[in-house]
């Protein structure tokens, strides 16, 4: 039995490690500035609490291999164990938590990119909509109780006596320029949604009620996935929508067609 | 007759064990060591341990009930300072609008509820004088002045409660509702909890009460009076937490 | 004597239990209540796991499993499981039962205060159950329940009536679990024996006071959550509904309110909730170890430093739930710092727990195993919590199947490892008879390996960015493309689930027919194992005893046996 404990063990720390050294799917391609710094940080988590998973597991296997004492004098402890562990411990969670907040300072505290356009990200049930300033930069007024007919082209409510909002793109799928910071402006029209973008590392709950920023950089052109990670109802699974990072001169092409649509 | 606040000392035969640590030789062993507790004698049943416990019970809910206010105040006053999110400024705007309080109503309701407080502690020291004579064995001698004071608090209580029902029913009639404005919905948040839990204490006073008509033993009923009487002052002292709170922090 | 060594309240009729005050009556209820629950709750998870990878198949007498369905079974697993599982068993179950025999005293400090609260959680289990039977089907919004998804009756289906028969089932619950540690508490404070100093009691009655002390803060505030959620429901409030929301195209007619202040609210309960779930399991683990490695606990006064920092520090991380939520970025820096800080004692009593074992003359039984087993799946679910810490690896990982894995592995799967040995060690205490030791050490390897080949999977689904809580695995493609793996996961499930039918046998059988069990079958040394097998239903009567010893003197040098029970005579 002890031996069968034992192997039980390092049989599951073994298949624990198989699954992460040749784990059948894994972080998508990191497409945007904030996937370096966290994808590094992730990498330096998941050594360091997987070194100390194979350390636990195996001191546990050797703790029921080690033969007892038959002197009688069993330890009841040992203060300077207890220190030297605790201070341990300490060092180590607290080294990964101070260096992991480079990065969500970067994502969370910059102020720089207030000059960038917002776009402005709207999640209902169950669909996201994408709506750009146009040419004014400034976004139209909404509300979503008096205006919003989807039916009619303008799921968010757009108010049709403001002239700011005539110019107002909307799309259904996110389309930004590669290299340059997106701003974004979370909406949400009726619950909780949260948008979350694994390629950009990016994920921000959208709370009805409140306008939340959020931003990124893409680095690499491509078409990445938009999904809702935040339960909303029956239709939560299918609520989704991509983000196409195209060139710059492709991105105006295509700010110039919606604008061109939408006139007519 | 006995001199009303005189307390009269009773000898009681020690009991062996129960009710936590007496006097403990240090034996091998870790967690070892008198915590420095003198022999406490007594079983369950006895006066002081019942009276014990059920005083540590209420302090216990007295930890919940403010944990409750706590949060609720709490909310008050963030509600009223960051006010909400307003679409078409992009920006967070005070829509607080400022109760005007029934101040005359809400003063006569602190009066009858601290009058209230004033005839339960009579009830509560009365009682405390009955039961030292009571556990002599001795029939006390009808005190010229033995008021009612118990019933008297519970009939002071329902006047508290009828008077918040008027407060309410003012204001509603008024056109102030639950739902009209933050403001609103916190007052009759905080006014209403408070009487939900005052209702509580009610109930465990017209128990008491109840006690005495069904020959209930003189020692729960005194029991009875005693921790309700904390929870009562503490409600009465909330009450007052909270009116400073909506007459202060009117926005 | 036969009567002794039946259990001597079989043969009362309905009316005994009925209006029960004995402790050990009310513990049985709770534990099996809670064996309903969990029932209840595995069998969900199975509908779950079946409609993910098999959407199309007929469950016999269900059909086919819908969106809501399935989100209807999402939420009230989550709820039983976290509520009437692991809420349950560990503290109201075991420690109604337990607390007053390892202090040493005759009764609880409020029997009957004890009795109504099992009453109430058992109303409150009905009315849950009941959701499932009203127009629309029980809430789905997931056992967080956020605003104003939960709010809002017309925003899917069960927000409607389900919803309110969910809020008032755990705000019954709320008020079972408020007396039940009302009484905990002033027992621990009031009804020691003898002798029996704080520092003399068993690392169990330590968790069972902690946790009382985490109940009494935490339930208050989800009662308030709960009674602001039914007036914003039904009374026209709007705490935590924005103005300006249509939903299908309908306004709804709420302003002024904030989503962010029900999560506040929630989690400020919803966290120390996993640590009432944790705190009595880790406090039995420690108990178990010590008497089946032989040896006194490594640390005794480091263990209970380290159960009051958890409790202490789980009342301050309820944020580490938010950080994508849209709160205030410093605020998340605090809460972080604090996550990171709850780790320590944590990792200190892991350390504990393994030098216990450390050199001791290990006596490889069942309960033993499933302790072991909780030490490691409590180091692996545990060690994925730092991630978790920071808000910018959360950012990423939040609302995947790695946080499923991680709640699961610890909570689920260590908790529910702490409750079978608990119940392996006591049932010769509660029942009078011995579990089957060979049937036990089967339940024990299905359940290690199943526990493993079903979660750990989960923390790759969550690195690849597999949301959580999705009905329906074809609505994206690359979430599609994880299917393989999901049907490992179930299958996994449905082999660990099934093996759990060897404990029900086991556990039933051996009720009945199970060998007869001595007084102190596992020579221990607390006092609970100085009554006989079952115990008697007056307990300690009026015997006063007197304490001298501490809880774990095993092989000690110097004495006769190999362990001393702690009222033994003072030499």
Not at chain 2, 188 to 198: D, E, Q, R, S, W
Not at chain 3, 421 to 440: C, D, V
């Amino acid at each position: 039995m002890p031996a069968a404990l034992r192997a039980a063990l390092l049989l599951i720390l073994a298949g624990c490690l198989y699954l992460f050294l040749a784990p059948p799917y894994w972080f998508p391609a990191g497409a945007s500035m904030q996937a370096i710094f966290i994808d590094h940080q992730f990498k330096v988590a998941l050594w360091v609490l997987g070194a100390m998973f194979i350390a636990g597991h195996l001191v546990l296997a050797f703790v029921l291999w080690k033969k007892p004492r038959t002197d009688g004098k069993a330890s009841r402890g040992n203060s300077w164990l207890e220190i030297a562990w605790t201070v341990a411990v300490t060092v180590i969670f607290f080294w990964l938590h101070v260096s992991g907040n480079h990065p969500f300072a970067h994502m969370k505290m910059s102020t720089r990119l207030i000059s960038q356009p917002e776009i402005e990200v709207t999640g209902a049930q169950f669909q996201w909509y994408f709506r750009y300033p146009g040419a004014d930069g400034v976004f139209g007024r909404t509300d979503v109780q008096k205006f919003a007919k989807a039916d009619e082209g303008n799921p968010l409510g757009i108010d049709p006596a403001d002239p700011y909002g005539r110019d107002d793109i909307l799309s259904s799928s996110l389309v930004v320029p590669v290299g340059q910071p997106v701003v974004l402006r979370l909406k949400a029209q009726d619950v909780i949604h949260s948008l979350f973008i694994p390629a950009m590392r990016v994920k921000q709950d959208t709370v009805p009620g409140i306008e939340i920023h959020s931003h990124f950089t893409p680095t690499q052109i491509g078409t990445y996935e938009i999904v809702c990670s935040q339960l909303c109802g029956t239709g939560h699974y299918k609520m989704r929508a991509v983000v196409r990072v195209v060139s710059e001169e492709e991105f105006q092409q295509w700010l110039t067609a919606q604008k061109k649509s939408s006139r007519e | 007759m006995p001199i009303i606040g005189d307390r009269v000392e009773i000898e009681r035969k020690p009991k062996l064990g129960g009710g936590g640590p007496g006097k403990i030789p240090h034996r091998r062993g870790y967690g070892g060591g008198d915590d420095g507790d003198p022999g406490r004698s007594g079983d369950f049943r006895s006066r002081e341990q019942r009276m014990r416990r059920y005083r540590i019970a209420m302090t216990l809910c007295l930890i919940s009930v403010t944990a409750v206010f706590v949060v609720l105040t709490m909310l008050y006053v963030f509600r009223m300072g960051k006010g909400r999110f307003d679409e078409d400024a992009h920006a967070w705007i005070r829509d607080w609008v400022p109760l005007t309080l029934p101040y005359l109503q809400l003063w006569i309701n602190s009066a009858v509820l601290l009058l209230s407080s004033l005839t339960l502690e009579l009830c509560r020291r009365s009682m405390m004088q009955k039961e030292e004579f009571a556990s002599m064995g001795i029939i006390p001698p009808r005190l010229k002045h033995d008021m009612p004071w118990l019933g008297l608090t519970v009939l002071l209580g329902f006047c508290f409660l009828a008077g918040q029902v008027l407060v309410w029913n003012n204001l509603r009639h008024q056109g102030i509702f639950l739902q009209s404005n933050p403001s609103r919905t916190l007052f009759y948040i905080l006014t209403g909890t408070h009487a939900i839990h005052l209702l509580g204490g009610l109930a465990a006073l017209i128990y008491a009460v109840a006690g005495r008509l069904l020959a209930m033993k003189f020692e729960t009923q005194r029991i009875a009076v005693e921790v309700t009487g904390w929870y009562w002052h503490y409600l009465a002292f909330l009450w007052f937490g909270i009116f400073a709170l909506v007459h202060f922090a009117k926005g | 004597m036969p009567e002794a060594l039946s259990n001597p309240n079989s043969s009362r009729g309905i009316r005994h239990y009925l209006f029960s005050t004995d402790h050990k009556v009310i513990g049985r209820q709770y534990f099996f209540l809670s064996l309903a629950a969990v029932l209840t709750g595995a069998w969900l998870s199975l509908l779950m796991r079946i409609h993910l990878v098999w959407p199309k198949l007929a469950i016999p007498f269900l059909g086919e499993i819908k969106q809501e369905n399935y989100l209807a079974y999402l939420t009230i697993h989550g709820t039983l499981m976290v509520f009437f599982v692991l809420s349950l068993v560990p503290q109201s179950g075991f420690g109604t039962y337990f607390l007053p025999l390892q202090l040493g005293s005759s009764r609880m400090a409020f029997p009957r205060l004890t009795a109504v609260g099992f009453w109430t959680a058992l109303i409150s289990f009905f009315v849950l159950v009941a959701s499932f039977f009203v127009p629309g089907g029980p809430a789905g919004a997931g056992w967080t329940e956020y605003a104003p998804l939960s709010a809002i009756a017309a925003a899917g289906p069960g927000q409607g009536l389900g919803t309110d028969l969910w809020l008032i089932s755990i705000g019954l619950f709320c008020l079972s679990s408020l007396m039940s540690a009302a009484s905990f508490l002033v027992t621990t404070i009031r009804f020691r024996a003898q002798g029996m100093t704080w520092l003399r009691m068993p690392l169990t009655c330590w968790a069972w006071f902690i946790t009382s002390i985490l109940i009494l803060l935490a339930f208050s505030i989800l009662l308030v959550a709960l009674v602001m959620l039914i007036l914003d429901r039904h009374a026209g409030t709007s705490f935590f509904i924005p103005g300006g929301l249509a939903v299908s195209g309908k306004a709804i007619n709420h302003a002024g309110g904030d989503p962010l202040l029900w999560q506040h609210l929630f989690w400020f309960f919803g966290h120390p909730e996993v640590y009432i779930a944790i705190l009595p399991a880790m406090g039995m683990t420690s108990h178990l170890l010590s008497v089946f490695a032989r040896k006194p606990v490594f640390g005794y006064k480091a263990m209970v430093s380290a159960t009051i920092a958890i409790g202490a520090l789980g009342l301050m991380v309820w944020g580490h739930h938010m950080f994508v939520s849209g709160m205030d970025p410093h605020a998340g820096f605090a809460f972080s710092t604090l996550t990171t800080a709850i780790a320590v004692p944590s990792a200190i009593k892991t350390f504990n727990w393994v030098a216990t074992l450390y050199g001791g003359r290990i006596r490889y039984s069942t309960p033993l195993l499933f302790s072991v087993g909780f030490v490691s799946l409590f180091i692996t679910g545990g060690l994925t919590g730092p991630i978790l810490a920071q808000p910018s690896l959360d950012a990423y990982v939040h609302d995947t199947y790695f946080v499923v894995a991680h709640f699961h592995l610890i909570m689920a799967m260590a908790g529910v490892f702490a409750i079978f040995s608990a119940t392996y060690f006591w049932f010769p205490k509660m029942f009078g008879r011995m579990m089957n030791e060979r049937m036990g050490q089967l339940h024990f390897w299905i359940t290690l390996f199943g526990a493993y080949a079903t979660f750990m999977p989960m923390h790759i689904l969550g690195i690849a960015g597999h949301p959580r809580r999705y009905s329906d695995l074809t609505g994206v493609q690359y979430v599609a493309a994880m299917a393989p793996l999901q049907k490992f996961i179930t299958v996994a499930a449905i082999v660990t689930i099934s093996g759990q039918i060897v404990f029900l046998v086991n556990l039933f059988w051996s009720m009945r027919k199970g060998p007869l069990a001595e007084t102190n079958p596992w020579k221990c040394t607390t006092l609970e194992w100085r009554l006989p097998s079952p115990t008697p239903a007056d307990g300690f009567a009026d015997a006063q005893r007197v304490v001298n010893y501490g809880p774990y003197e095993y092989n000690v040098s110097g004495a006769e046996n190999d362990f001393t029970m702690q009222d033994a005579p003072a030499s």
